[in-house]
């Protein structure tokens, strides 16, 4: 079975970082893209990034590009989003997926709030 956990997330200010993980569990996570995907209140998710299984290949959302990085251990079957100069329209659950352009298999995601 697929399992995915997302961890930290949190309340932050305008400005600040966070850095949020996904371990991931009951499939081989060396051989397979992942994505961070989000979800704002009362809108449809949207892709943040994507990153192969080597970390060879990452892509971003432009709303992202320069602050967000994707990176991934596969030793520890975990990928993780830093985030850095979050914004409050950063604020959203956040999904890791499996798959470049994944949602479908996801896991519960974390929230991150972005407030002054």
């Known amino acids: 079975e697929v399992q995915l956990v997302e961890s930290g997330g949190g309340l932050v200010q305008p400005g600040d970082s966070l850095v949020l993980s996904c371990a991931a569990s009951?499939?081989?996570?060396?051989?397979?893209?992942m994505t961070w995907a989000r979800q704002a209140p009362g809108k449809g998710h949207e892709w943040v990034g994507g990153?192969?299984?080597?970390?060879?290949?990452?892509n971003y959302a432009d709303s992202v590009k320069g602050r967000f990085t994707i990176s991934r251990d596969n030793a520890k079957n975990t990928v993780y989003l830093q985030m850095n100069n979050l914004k409050p329209e950063d604020t959203a659950v956040y999904y890791c997926a499996v798959g470049y352009y994944g949602w479908d298999t996801r896991g519960q995601g974390t929230q991150v709030t972005v407030s002054s």
């Open positions: 990153i192969n299984h080597d970390s060879s290949r990452i």
């Open positions: 009951g499939f081989t996570f060396s051989i397979s893209a």
